[in-house]
Structures are given as structure tokens and as C-alpha cells.
């Protein structure tokens, strides 16, 4: 057998990427194997997009991370140091987890991980909204209430037509709602505090309910330095409440630029981001929604379009910030460029049938042109088949239907 190269050999050219089983995941895989990096893939099951490609150099089956927060980390490190491993890529909300806990770690390998208070501050949508307000950015009304029988008096006041509540910590669509009135804003709070067994310190948020087009700017610093941003838009969504979307496009939007900025410089961010906006209908500055101090959705959109946040990031660590900077500026970044999440777009499909709207389900599959997709790749199908093991996987599961125990509604 022949010796392996310099960089083979060398751990910072090992990754161990989490959350292996979706697409946000499967595009850092996809992106740093494009670079020569090698990639050991990370999760609790063995199905999913990553754990199905070719272009992972192993897997690693590791336990719930909120069943036992020290021993999953534990677990993780044990892997780098088996397989010499340099640097742990996280993915999901297992990210504040690793930021926490990053001192169990062998020495190095926390150096793509955000500091654990900017991800507890961001991952508080109270918190976070406290920090834009005071850096001026445009954020929605909220309620402040201690008892939720407050809630129908406080909403009529706000003079409003409708509100938002959220769970202070929730991911993607999951852990928002609407109501039209006073009184099932106060229903819909009661029963979320009773099913999750709510202190009065983590109770829902009540904002006003603000429009516009769904929009984000994803961010990558270095220590505070910022390296990189992209901005996209939001065309479709995969559930009304918003979240997850299935299509969007890439935009120029120095407002949004600015908005987003204006939160990491001031705390010093470090690391990946992405913060989600609504382009006011009034024609005003861009409402601030929250950040997601992790890997997002639209990921893969960014990296086809243009901007390589996970090589990025790896290189920052590996080459310098200089060096990823200068790797950026020749980058031909495609404004007006369409990504789509085809499975996605599958299942919000599906979701129109079983709603009896058959023409609505074939404009969702038929009629929309992209650019990319963010699943589906020629050279790897086999992931867009993990993919779908996977979500069959949690639809007959009772685990998936009590995801709130792994973190999703903390």
C-alpha cells in the first residue's frame, strides 16, 4: 500500500462533520471533500443523506446529545482521537452543546465552534430581539405578560390584527404559531406552557404579526473578523408558518448586509450564522426574526451560487483568515441564482393533494426553475436516497414525534 500524502496524514485535513442525515450537512460534506478535506460523518442513526454518500470517509454513530450532554461529547472525541481527527464541524443545535462543552475535546478541535454565550444569546429569541432592538435594528412589538390570562387584554391594546408566538428556543417552523385574537393567543400559550412543562422564565413570546418576503443574510467570522456574507430570498416555504424553504434565490441587499453586521460585530462573532429578516411590505427597514447560530437551510444555495462557507471556515482555520479571505474575493458570486430543496418540495406537494389542491401541487413540483438543487446530485445519488430513508424513518417513529426531548423545542 502506497504511504499517504502530507495532507491525507495531516488532522487538520480530518473533519468530523454532526448531524450527518440532512442536506445542510450533506452540502459542507460536499464542499470540503471538493477541496481534498476528509470527512467522517456524525449522527444517532445510520440512515440519512451523509451517511449514504460516497464521499464520506466513515461514519461515527454517536449517542443523543441531550440525553447526555458530556457523554456525547466525550463520545466525539473519542473518535478524533482514534482516527486523528483535527477538527469537529458542527452542524445543528448540537452546536451549543460542543461550544459548551468544548474543553472535552482534543486540543484544536473546537476551532470552528462559536463561543457558547453568543449561542446561547442567539439560540433565546428573547434575548435576541433585546440585542437587536439595542443596536436599532427594526424588530416586531412584543407582549410582556407574567400570567397568560394578561394575554387577551395585553393583544387588544397592541392594536394589531393578529400575533406571532414562538417558543423561546425552537427550530425551523417548529415552535411557532398564530392567532387571530386575544383569547387563542392565551389558549395556544396555556398549552404549550402545560405540554412542555414551561417556567415562567422560558414562556412563549407574543409579537405583533409583521409582513413582508422572508429573507436572510448568512454570515462567516473569524474571531470577529468578518470573511464572508450572502443574502437570499425566500419564494416558497414548505409550511405556512414559515421556516424551511424550498425555494429561494440569492440577492444584493446592503440593508440586510448592514442589519446582520451591526448583531455579530458588536458581540464578536466566530464562526457560521445565518440571520433571518422580513422585507417590510412598507417599504421600511428589514424586520429582524432571529439568528440561527449554526448550519441553515439555505446553505446549499450559498455554496452553489458562489460562497463556499464550509471550505471558508476550514480554510480560516487551516490557512488563515488572509488566506480564506483572498479565496473569497476571486469567488464569482451569482446574484438572482435559484436553489431548490426538491424532496422538500415533495412533501409540501403532498401536503396540497391530501388539502384536495391538485393544481397548487403540480405548480410545486412542475412549474418552478432552479439553478440547483440542494439534494439531488448526479454524481452522489445515493444521498437523495438516504435522505428519504431517513424522513420515512421519523415519519413511522415515535422518537420523531417526541423530537422536543432532543432539543428542537428546548
Sequence with gaps: MPPRSTEESDPQHRVLLTYGWVRTSYMALRNLTDHGVKVWVSDTF????????????????????????????????????????????????????LARHRALLPEGADRLIPKA???????????AYTLAESLGLRVPRRLSYRDPSEIPSLVRDLGTNGVVIKLLTGNSARGVTYAESGDEAQRKVSEWIERYQLAPARYPQIEERVTGDGAGCSVLYWQGQRIATFCHRRLRERVATGGTSTLRESIASPALVDAAT?????????????SEFKL??????????????????????????????????????????????EYHRRANVRIGWKG????????????????????????????????????LHWDDPAAFAGQF???????????AKERVKEGALR
Design 340 to 375: 431548490r430543496w426538491l424532496w422538500g418540495d415533495c412533501l409540501l406537494a403532498g401536503t396540497q393533494l391530501m388539502k384536495l389542491h391538485p393544481v397548487q401541487a403540480c405548480r410545486t413540483l412542475f412549474s418552478s426553475r432552479s439553478d440547483a438543487w440542494d439534494d
Design 46 to 97: 445510520r440512515t440519512g443523506m451523509c451517511q449514504a454518500s460516497r464521499r464520506r470517509a466513515g461514519f461515527v454513530r454517536y449517542p443523543p446529545a441531550y440525553v447526555d450532554e458530556q457523554a456525547f461529547v466525550r463520545h466525539l472525541a473519542e473518535a478524533c482521537t482514534a482516527r486523528g481527527i483535527g477538527l469537529v464541524f458542527p452542524s445543528h443545535n448540537e452546536t451549543e452543546i
Design 117 to 127: 454565550e453568543h449561542c446561547a444569546l442567539f439560540n433565546n429569541k428573547a434575548d
Design 280 to 325: 417590510a411590505s412598507d417599504g421600511g427597514a428589514p424586520w429582524f426574526i432571529e439568528v440561527n447560530p449554526r448550519l441553515w437551510g439555505s446553505l446549499p444555495l450559498a455554496v452553489s451560487a458562489g460562497v463556499e462557507f464550509p471550505y471558508l471556515l476550514w480554510s480560516c482555520a487551516v490557512n488563515g483568515p488572509d488566506a480564506a479571505l
Design 389 to 399: 430513508m431517513r424522513f420515512a424513518a421519523r415519519a413511522f417513529s415515535r422518537r
Design 262 to 274: 451591526r448583531l455579530f460585530d458588536h458581540i464578536g462573532w466566530h464562526g457560521l450564522a445565518m
